[in-house]
């Protein structure tokens, strides 16, 4: 085998490594995990039992359970809510959800609040757009109002000319007015 400079170089360490093993076996690092301990093991007060996440600790009888991961709440055969600690030991478990439930809500309503405040501002730019519709509208009717106005007084004016109403210069059947 042909072995290169850096090879020749790392090789003594590797073999100091495996030799450090062999020598001493605890204190070599291995894949494997330890074996998970049992919340009982973890000593008799609620301090010492809630530093570990997976455990809970039951008021009733002082004892440090595992966490019922199955369930989401622990059972009531377990241990009940107002008497679980989980997390901290000052709040049971019932006051530590309705303040989770309290938190979620506010979170929550200040999110809905802030959405209707943004779509407010941006609403009178519509009501203008729409106010600006309506007056156009407005404008077009008054105008349409107005050229109907104009058609019917010429038409008006026409028959009263016809009949005579009007006095008209340039109609030769017109009447003589003694001076």
Not at 7 to 18: D, K, Q, R, S
Not at 19 to 24: A, E, G, I, R, T
Not at 113 to 141: H, I, Y
Request: net charge positive; glycine share 4%.
């Amino acid at each position: 085998m042909h072995f290169t400079k850096t090879t020749n170089v790392a090789y003594p360490f590797l073999v100091i490594a495996v030799s450090c093993c062999l020598v001493s076996p605890g204190n070599c690092f291995t894949a494997t995990s330890p074996p998970p301990k049992s919340c009982k093991d973890f000593g008799p007060t609620c301090e010492k039992c809630l530093e570990h996440v997976s455990c809970l600790w039951c008021q009733t009888n002082s004892t440090c359970l595992d966490y019922p991961v199955k369930h989401l709440l622990p059972p009531s055969s377990l241990c009940q809510l107002s008497e679980a600690r989980w997390g901290v030991c000052w709040v049971n478990f019932e006051a530590l959800i309705i303040a989770m439930a309290v938190v979620g809500g506010t979170i929550l309503l200040s999110i809905t609040v802030c959405c209707c405040c943004c779509c407010c501002k941006n609403r009178p730019a519509g009501l203008d757009q729409d106010e600006e519709r309506f007056v156009r509208k407005r404008e077009e009717v008054k105008q349409r109002f107005e050229n109907r106005k104009a058609e019917r007084r010429t038409r008006h004016d026409e028959i009263r000319k016809k009949y005579g109403l009007i006095p008209d210069s340039d109609h030769p059947y017109s009447k003589f007015e003694n001076e």
